[in-house]
């Protein structure tokens, strides 16, 4: 018995082995923390006729057209460096924390130093802070009293000086020059000139590289120095546009027998065409940067390549030749190129009349729609926009279209900010206006304005011609309610374009009266007059087209008052304009308008004045009244004969 139960708990000991074999336990799986977030986000869908979801949804804070759009992101842009001042300004306002629990990355920065006296370390906080000229008047001192600075801190300074150009940080210049307009004792006649709203600030324009700066004074003064400071100068004067300096200080660097990082070299790389004239020269120089490469055993990367091909952007027939070389060598290396890289090949095979060979950006489009790209050169941004100006230029629709997946295929929409957004937009409208069909058209613009662009008064101008193509005019209406939108109801062109095509032929008489309520706001833009606002002057063919939209219309007494304007200004009105005019006049049995409108042609001395007498005497049913009225024109016609006669005689 107990032999038969031993061997019973064996085979289950076994089978219970076997089971546990068999059972695979399933691994705990990682969700990613944004999960929930991106599946949320997939069940969005994008509202066409809202802005862009960086704007306020506030109707008074949605931008009409793309300079408000940049106006508003300026103005916001604006509020957060306000806040920064505010906080840097008043920190003791900004000391307590209410916050529970705490969280520090939320928590306003400390910008004030908080080590007093003259140390190294108070040198190591202001240099953090990015106080350019705390940190040199600070490091000066240490260098009067004799205390030695380590070769680390130093090349941190070096690297803050040739960040900056040796200039002040944006928020220092902006202090001094606050100061500078609050000087007590400075005439009102001698005070700069304020800006102007759009102008360009300092902020984004380099500065030059001044003569023996701070940087190079603290170089020369320094008892000790390694390839990273000779790096960071060379480095700093590229960026600051004194490249034959940088050329200078690189051969410094080769007899002191130092090595240049990877960094330096592409800095040098894209100083080339600064420093040859003639394109074989720069790519002769261009390939002695990359034999020291190779000396020296740095390995080249992604913005190696970059930099070389932006070279080659500049060297004509031979940075066409050579640029293919470019990218063999890439894969050689196994270095994917990235959207720069792309951006640099389109440019580089720019001809001008030739303009780009399609097979080019069609290999192009082949490598760009299979990924999903991430920044990692500064260029990276042109890429779409340079791509989409191509197929234009080839008015080839299906590259378009092929561009336009790729760039919304994963992450790669985001390299296009505002402005390029516009531009991007804007050209691949433009294309489809000028290839597709108007019903597609239609398609794309109703999905496209204004949630991804606003269109341009180019891109209205297009698709007027899009509809006046294909016989699609019924559209205008609509297009007009756009326009005034967009804010374009006072460009001239568009005006005269938009009462061109509405005024060219005869429709059903819904459309008509849509269209005579367009030509009776466009009157009313003609006639605002304000000091914000400019005044339009009427023209011979905006009048003409008002007022045979009016006539056509039924709208007698409207487009008898824009005839008269014809006299008021000087101009004459065509035959067809008066034709419709008396047809009007007779549709809805207004014969003393037809009077005035023959009288109006008999004052201007036009030659249709005795068949438009003709007209009435034959289609109108006219009083005694109206006979002797007409019959009185008639007379004063036969004076003005006969007393030309008497002249002659």
């Known amino acids: ?33 944004l999960a929930v977030l991106q599946t949320l986000a997939s069940t969005v869908n994008r509202d066409p006729t809202a802005a862009h979801y960086m704007f306020q949804d506030d109707p008074f804070l949605t931008p009409r057209n793309a300079a408000n759009s940049r106006l508003f992101l300026l103005s916001k842009e604006s509020g957060r460096n306000a806040a920064k001042y505010i906080i840097k300004q008043f920190p003791q306002y900004f000391d307590k924390t209410f916050a529970e629990p705490n969280v520090p990355c939320l928590m306003p920065e400390i910008l004030t130093p908080q080590i007093e006296g003259v140390s190294e370390e108070a040198l190591k906080e202001r240099i953090h802070l990015r106080n350019v000229k705390e940190s040199v008047d600070l490091f000066d001192q240490l260098i009067q009293a004799g205390t030695p600075v380590s070769l680390e801190t130093t090349n941190s300074l070096l690297d803050l000086l040739c960040f900056y150009g040796d200039v002040e940080s944006t928020e220092e210049k902006e202090e001094e020059e606050k100061e500078d307009l609050e000087e007590p004792g400075v005439n009102a006649s001698e005070q700069k000139a304020p800006k102007r709203p759009f102008q360009r600030s300092s902020q984004f324009s380099v500065s030059q590289w001044r003569e023996n700066n701070n940087a190079e004074r603290i170089f020369k003064i320094m008892p000790e120095r390694n390839a990273h400071s000779y790096c960071t100068v060379i480095r700093g004067m590229v960026k600051h546009r004194a490249f034959a300096k940088a050329y200078d200080m690189y051969i410094d660097l080769l007899n002191e027998r130092h090595k240049a990082d990877v960094h330096t070299f592409n800095a040098l790389i894209t100083a080339v065409p600064y420093l040859k004239d003639r394109f074989l020269e720069r790519w002769e120089l261009a390939k002695v940067f990359l ?30 030749s050579m640029s293919l070389s470019v990218i063999k060598e890439m894969e050689a290396l196994d270095i994917e190129p990235s959207l720069a890289t792309y951006d640099h090949l389109l440019f580089i095979f720019y001809r001008g009349v030739d303009l780009y060979p399609s097979g080019i950006i069609s290999e192009v489009l082949d490598d760009v729609e299979k990924r999903s790209f991430t920044p990692q050169d500064p260029d990276d941004a042109n890429f779409f926009t340079t791509a989409m ?7 080839d629709i299906k590259l378009a279209y092929r561009l336009n997946k790729a760039m919304e295929k994963g992450d790669n929409w985001k390299f ?12 691949f409208f433009s294309l489809l206006c000028m290839m597709e069909q108007i019903d597609i058209v239609l398609k794309w613009y109703k999905e496209m304005s204004p949630s991804l662009f606003f269109p341009t008064p180019k891109n209205i101008l297009d698709l007027l011609q899009a509809l006046d193509t294909a016989n699609h005019l019924e559209a205008i209406p609509s297009v007009w309610e756009d326009m005034k939108q967009l804010g374009f109801n006072r460009r001239h062109d568009l005006l005269e374009e938009l009462l061109s095509l509405m005024s060219r032929e005869q429709h059903p008489e819904e459309i008509q009266l849509a269209f005579a309520k367009c030509a009776e706001d466009i009157k009313a833009v003609y006639e605002q007059s304000g000091r914000e606002q400019g005044v339009l002057e009427w023209t011979g063919s905006a009048l003409g087209h008002v007022a045979l939209l009016f006539s056509r219309a039924g709208r007698t007494q409207d487009a008898w008052n824009m005839m008269e304007r014809f006299q008021q200004i000087n101009r004459i009105p065509s035959d067809l304009v008066m034709d419709e005019f008396l047809n009007c006049a007779k549709q809805t049995n207004c014969p003393d308008e037809a009077i005035k409108l023959v009288k109006l042609a008999a004052s201007l001395g036009l030659p249709s004045s005795q068949r438009l007498k003709s007209r009435m005497e034959k289609e109108f049913e006219l009083s005694e009244k109206q006979k002797k009225a007409l019959e009185s024109i008639k007379s004063d ?3 003005s004969d006969s007393d030309s006669d008497s002249d002659r005689d």
Not at 420 to 426: F, I, Q, T, V
């Open 416 to 427: 296009l900010d505002v402005d390029r957004l516009n531009a991007y937009w804007s050209k």
């Open 1 to 33: 018995r107990c032999s038969s139960s031993s061997t019973a708990l064996g085979k289950t000991a076994e089978d219970s082995e076997v089971t546990r074999e068999e059972i695979v336990l399933p691994r705990r799986k990682t969700w990613d923390k």
């Open 291 to 320: 034999n020291h490469m190779a000396q020296q055993e740095v390995q080249p990367n992604l913005l190696t390549f970059n930099a070389l091909l932006k070279t080659l952007r500049r060297c004509g027939g031979v940075g066409r």
């Open 637 to 639: 016609s036969d004076s």
């Open 389 to 395: 100006q191509a197929c234009c230029d080839l008015k």
